[in-house]
């Protein structure tokens, strides 16, 4: 909004130029009093910019200066608006998002003139068709989830809304939201910020998503409340347990809820204090091991009587994930599904470090998951979800042959709900109400119409994975396999799925590991995270940390504040302390 407003200020300044200069030819000498005053004000811009000494630029080019911050100001909207192509836009393309608004209205998004995208640029990967297409099935596909130790299984659509959280989400997104997963019946997950009154409104089926902080079920210190959380899994809506290890956006780092965003609302659903920054820690204090995390499993399905548990985690070491599926093996206790999200996931704001170097993307951390449960023989039991930036129906239909049995999709469903890709999540000013507290920004979104548009869009994109599906000559994900998903490896060949990639027979890992594989399988330990054995190759050069003692600074005791880089304040060194609190494990 400001950013228009700075637009329509420019348009209107020039004009006013113009008109006065007009004026002045034509009408007596009370025009030129307002040269006079434009030019007193253009004279005491100039001089404060000459002695302020936070900008370089308007120091050295008064006035001037301004109009790089007032270009840079608006650039996000010059680029989307008047110079990116229909493939360009991260990071969802202008292609892509058009797409999910016309199918969120319900109207026809086709496509005129063939592809733009380049088909034989490497790694361009595409499905095969079948010279003998079927009909597509009428009903939705659905998918089974629950172990044989879940004594509540439930039927899972193909596609669903991911977690977000109440808080990072405001109240009338969330509504929008579950209004459009009771009208699809399709799931809607929470998120870690509480099971809210919002999730509950329109009766949708909810994923409960537990979070490293508790919020909804946990104690005044932060740890696990097993009575109220019981109290809130067994209500009706509720369909099943995630417990979050880790997202995409960020692995190995917790998040903040800064203070200023903590509203009587939130305090009440993620039970914590208000004016305190609302921390996740990095990880779980309940448990520290495999072997622990399954103990916790097993605590929640009985708290739970029986529904269905999960564990979502974006993939590090696939070290570590041998070593939950040791810890299934040597315990006994099984989690229903496993969700991998991928680094390219975004719903949370994170900083551009984890963003984009940390992290496996989807489609390697998806096969690894599902090769390793096939290879200690667990995959019969485990149902597979895959999230991460999974838009359309060939993203269904790509992860579900590259091991997923059913998707979620965040930021697609944000889109549905009126979402511009404005990457302003993080600062409570989102333009059009959906990832903000502004009770005046929130007006934008019309529950009844937004909850319309969640339903459609998911409804034609199941529609067309099932196309896609009839077109390959298949009627059931049942029938896909690694040969139907091919990828250009260079400018001369191509190779299927099947190919590329070491596919793990069923209980592989158990009898006789590839030599490939070995060595991880071996170091994989239930009662340890991370890769903890001895090499004797690669190592780093040896860093030595060497505390240094600080005479008590008063900037010690200043806090860095959360506002946006480009806001003019005046600059204070940092305290010498800066790890943040969403970095410290819990305890």
Known sequence: MMRIVVILFLFVLAAGFVLTALL???SGNW??????????VLLAVGIRDVTQKRHAILRNFPILGHARYLFEFIRPEI?????ERNTDGTPYNRDTRSMIYARAKGVDSHKAFGTELQVNEVGHEYLLHSSAPVAPVTDQHRVRIGSSQCTQPYEMSLLNISSMSFGSLSANAVLAMNKGAAMGDFVHETGEGGLTKYH???GADLFWEIGSGYFGCRTPEGRFDAETFAQKANLPQVKGITIKMSQGAKPGLGGVLPAAKVTAEISEARQVPMGQDCISPASHPEFSTPRELMGFVAQLRELAQGKPIGIKFCVGSRTDVMAICKGMIETGVLVDFITVDGAEGGTGAAPLEYEDHVGTPLTEGLMLVHNVLVGAGLRTEIRLAAAG???NGSDIVKRMIQG???????RSMMMATGCIQAQKCHTNHCPVGVATQNKRLQRAIDVEDKGHRVYNYHRLTVSEAAQIMASMG???PDQLNTRMLRRRVNLQSTRSYASLFHWLEPGELLNDAPPSWKEDWEEADADHFGEHAAIRYGKPHSVALKRVDRVSDPHDDTKAPRIDAKNSIKIEPLPHDVTRPEG???S
């Open 474 to 476: 298949l009627q059931s």
């Open 24 to 26: 002045a030819g034509t």
């Open 389 to 391: 930036k999974v838009a």
């Open 584 to 586: 410290k494990p819990g």
């Open 404 to 410: 997923a049995d059913f998707t979620f999709a965040a």
């Open 79 to 83: 680029q989307q608006y008047f110079i």
């Open 200 to 202: 509950l409104e329109h």
């Open 31 to 40: 025009v030129w009093w307002i040269l006079v005053a434009l030019t007193v």
